[in-house]
């Protein structure tokens, strides 16, 4: 089975800090994703990745950024926390088939508050 | 950019009764993924559709892609309390470029 661990459940911080959630996955996929959850809006994409040292910005990366060094982990980085990235995170994996479909693979997300 | 949509947004059913999600795409897609995500937890991969028209069952659930390949159904037959949650469908408008989530539909179900 994919077992795709995401460092904290939930994580409580201050307006300014420097926050880094984590996600590791162990089925050597080579895609990441990084998601954000909000009530009424779905699930919105922040960074992605297809390679080792490889991202790409999703629909939503203003505020975060992302660190990919080595295939299993792909971290997320919010420089300096603010209220509105309070939020449920959740890190993804997947890998493409020989036709370029793919199914992703959801840990089990961090609730992430910030006052 | 693409978009997915879906309707409803929230539905309350009592047990026993049936409920459809609909899905909308504002481009072709090359495939449609339903996902569930029960309260409190993550989202879990249920099913993929690849054919125009494609029909496919898993038990009390059925699966429709369109003949367009720009719109999807997920039918439950006699809702039960278990099946509550919000269900995403997903989609590429091609192979090997990322899914793009609809909404979801949030299920609630009561006894």
């Known amino acids: 089975d994919v077992k795709v661990t995401q460092s904290s459940r939930y994580l409580v911080k201050r307006t300014g800090e420097k926050v880094f959630l984590e996600c590791v996955q162990d089925?050597?996929?080579?895609?990441m994703f990084w998601y954000r959850q909000d009530p009424g809006l779905g699930l919105r994409l922040i960074y992605f990745?297809?390679?080792?040292?490889?991202?790409e910005k999703g629909d939503i990366p203003e505020g975060y950024s992302v660190s990919r060094e080595k295939k299993e982990r792909f971290s997320l980085i919010l420089e300096s926390a603010s209220t509105n990235q309070t939020s449920m995170y959740l890190c993804?994996?997947?890998?493409?088939?020989?036709?370029?479909?793919?199914?992703?693979?959801f840990g089990p997300g961090t609730r992430l508050l910030v006052l | 950019g693409q978009q997915v949509m879906q309707i409803p947004q929230y539905q309350h059913v009592q047990e026993g009764e049936d409920f459809t999600t609909y899905c909308n795409s504002s481009?072709?897609?090359?495939?449609i993924q339903w996902y569930k995500q029960r309260p409190g937890g993550h989202p879990v991969f249920l099913i993929q559709?690849?054919?125009?028209?494609e029909v496919k069952k898993q038990k009390r659930l059925t699966f429709q892609f369109g003949e367009a390949k720009k719109n999807s159904s997920l039918h439950i037959t006699a809702t039960q309390t278990t099946d509550v949650g919000t269900y995403f469908c997903?989609?590429?408008?091609?192979?090997?470029?990322?899914?793009?989530f609809g909404k979801g539909t949030m299920l609630l179900v009561s006894p």
């Open positions: 993804a994996s997947s890998l493409w088939d020989a036709s370029g479909k793919e199914t992703q693979y």
């Open positions: 089925m050597d996929h080579e895609n």
């Open positions: 990745s297809y390679d080792v040292k490889m991202k």
């Open positions: 481009t072709t897609l090359s495939n």
């Open positions: 559709l690849v054919k125009s028209g």
């Open positions: 997903a989609g590429p408008e091609s192979g090997y470029s990322t899914l793009t």
